[in-house]
């Protein structure tokens, strides 16, 4: 094989990189846990009739296929393009078994065959978290989403250095009652347009509604003001009613966001903003909508988001109406990862390498080895009896903190950064807290 | 969408099954961290030129190609079918930014056209580790692979009460220099049909020896003892030369396997068995070959082997020697959870459940939560305000050991298993240690 040549879209990343994707995702499932999600994993595959009916997304679906397929291989498979579609399967499929509300979480692969261009992959990790429940959901839940994926955020951006994320809330119930109140009757296709909003600017909104959707001056004007409106506080509804218009629905919308808004603001204050332009295209939601963006990076578009859907799932007699987010894990860290932006301490998990005298005395410094082991310390044994000075520089390679000389004779302990060596005993000795991993920095700051 | 059903081949696991999984994974992955192993992950895909060169598994590969795939989308893709392909390439494809020898670890789905059977997936997950060098890789690493692997399986029995595990080792040069010193040129033919020894019998064995091969019956005869011999000490090498072949090879390999029986005797005794039928059948192994079964499930078949290849890869001027074991974690997994073998004491990762007095007061559970989060409890609120005799079957249903009444006003957390209730402060109180998470039985027996 001549070397062979990455594929565009399909990011993979070197050690180091994988040690810091897996600290993330350490911090994001334990976080989750903490909220009380339970994990589960579906198959990578899903009929393809089921991953065709979302509309326009069926273009950019992989179809699986058997090399040699035959008659018993009737069921056409494709690759699942988010873990929405395959959990409201699972639901449905499980329902005689799960407890409801039903919180789950799941962190997987997924695949779309879009163009790959920074931001946008064809296979990609998320994290998702859902809260459903069986025939009704309580609203309290839209807002304590949020919160979860706040928490989630503010470790990330303390213990590791990412950059805070800035969460963008707003209710569709708001704006569909808001152009109800207009007059308006196809609220989904102002929607659409209305969502172009950061993309195309106000005015050339302003003009499709009125060119395509047939809309006044006026009434155009209306939207475009709405979805101008944004605030980290509650001060939204005020802006909201001086544009003067009634509606129920809109009320409606109005209180379920200035909720989310009050509580989210009092846990951390200024990261959530209620943006009245946030539209989620053309998914399913029915109320709450969350967009998140790095706050420094946001032309990378919103890394995390989600909603409340009144019908995740049904088989015509249940209906599980359910509330979500997912998280961009490649999306947020390839970037960060390719351009060296976080990076770990060493490439390999040891925080030791126990030094080897000769080939005959290999067996003692696996001794040693298994000793450090037992008390959970990341420990590797020199692969070859090189002179000390290699062996050293084996460490150095691999960002290795600590070499162990005279296994099992003379036992002591060197850190290569200072130079610094000391009797120890394998039986007792440990590394610092702060060496038995690899640390993570961003931007030349570790943590 | 009616009520869909599984797709056969595909396993999936209800909340308390993906508990057990994630236990069982922790402690793999960090047994391999201990070893200093590196994380990596390659993508699902491959071209499919690769994956179709080994052989007869390409009747195996899933293809997967775009629904709309156009001129662009030259390059036919496959999912891999193992972690050693994507490896190799990874290998070749990073060679100048890692560091020989590389330990690298891969946990991963993935996929093979398969007849579905019991201990057969389309889809499972692998858990790969190896080590590989540039140019040359020493003989003690094919020692040590297998002590990784031992480590891991006696953890998964001690901390998880799954099944222990006898590994199985041969070495291919010991049959290959045994099958010369008789005189055989088509050594690989001659082990290819010793491969069936399990499944035929000794007898059909050498019919296809003498019938297919053109072995006389001595030879035959001769081949097939050797299979027949094991022995969990290094009384094997007599048993070998009892037979009277001479060959500088079979020396070798008699050699390499003794070395590795008796380190690994004294890691952990009995555990290890020299099996001289053992061949990996078609798999591109040179030297030291491993299996593993769980005692009392040997109908499973092997659940996890490896190997020594002189040729992991090679980019015609480099090549890189490799030497790896590869975990069948779905094949040991399924069986026992989906017959209940294996199973968690609850299906969700909350320790408690904080009751709600009424929907006015849910903003004081929340601060509760927080605070028992803030220790790393896990810890959800209570959907409803319900009667607490309803709240307490919620957190009965789904395993939650503890609720919590009286959220900032009078709090008190009850043991529902014992009805034990006792007054407790939110910045104080914690779980025993062994009620934090769920606790894994097997067979009924609590760890």
């Known amino acids: ?60 679906v992989y179809v699986v296929r058997r090399l040699h397929a035959d008659a018993a291989d009737a069921d056409e498979l494709g690759l699942h393009f988010d873990l929405t579609v395959p959990f409201a399967r699972y639901v449905l499929e499980n329902a005689g078994h799960l407890a409801f509300p039903f919180r789950r979480y799941q962190v997987q692969k997924v695949w779309r065959g879009e163009r790959p261009q920074e931001g946008r992959y064809r296979e990609f990790t998320q994290a998702d978290i859902d809260i459903v429940g069986q025939d009704a959901l309580a609203g309290h839940h839209d807002v304590e989403i949020p919160l979860v994926a706040l928490d989630v955020f503010e470790k990330l951006h303390r ?56 809309l006044s001056e006026a009434q155009a004007r209306a939207c475009v003001s709405l979805a101008g409106i944004s605030a980290t506080d509650e001060s939204f509804v005020d802006d909201v009613r001086a544009l003067g218009v009634e509606d129920p629905l ?6 379920e966001l200035s909720a989310l808004v009050r509580v989210a603001r009092r846990s951390v204050p200024d990261r959530v903003v209620a943006d009245l332009k946030i539209a989620r295209g053309l998914d399913y939601y029915t109320g709450t909508v969350y967009e998140s963006f790095l706050v420094g990076s946001e032309k990378l578009g919103s890394v995390a988001s989600g909603g409340r859907y009144d019908s995740l799932a049904s088989d015509g007699r249940l209906t599980f109406p ?14 960060l990862i390719s351009k060296g932006r976080i990076t770990a301490s060493r490439s390999v998990p040891s925080a030791v390498l126990v030094a080897v005298d000769a080939e005959e005395s290999r067996d003692q410094a696996i001794a040693v080895a298994g000793a450090l082991r037992s008390r959970d310390i990341p420990v590797e044994v020199a692969p070859k009896a090189d002179k000390f000075g290699k062996q050293i520089r084996y460490a150095e390679r691999r960002g290795i903190p600590f070499v162990w000389f005279g296994a099992g004779y003379d036992d002591s302990v060197k850190d290569i950064r200072t130079g610094a060596q000391t009797a120890a005993d394998p039986a007792i000795w440990s590394p610092p807290d702060g060496d038995l991993r690899a640390s993570v920095s961003m931007d030349g700051n570790e943590r």
Chains 1, 2 share one sequence.
């Open 1 to 60: 094989m001549s070397r062979p040549k990455p594929l565009s879209g399909f990011p993979e990343f070197l050690p180091a990189g994988r040690i810091v994707e897996n600290r993330v995702l350490e911090i994001v499932t334990s976080t989750f846990e903490l909220h009380g999600f339970a994990p589960i994993e579906t198959r990578a595959v899903e009929p393809l009739s089921q991953l065709a009916r979302k509309g326009d997304i069926a273009k950019e």
């Open 159 to 214: 213990d590791l250095g990412l950059p805070p994320v800035q969460l963008h809330v707003n209710n569709r119930k708001l704006a569909e009652g808001f152009y109800r109140g207009l007059g308006i009757e196809d609220t989904a296709g102002v929607l659409q347009r209305v969502d172009k909003f950061d993309k195309v600017g106000p005015d050339a909104v302003t003009q499709l509604l009125t060119a395509e959707m047939g």
């Open 250 to 255: 809109l009320d409606a919308g109005l209180e």
């Open 322 to 335: 359910g509330v979500g987010y997912s998280f961009g894990i490649t999306r947020i860290l390839a970037p």
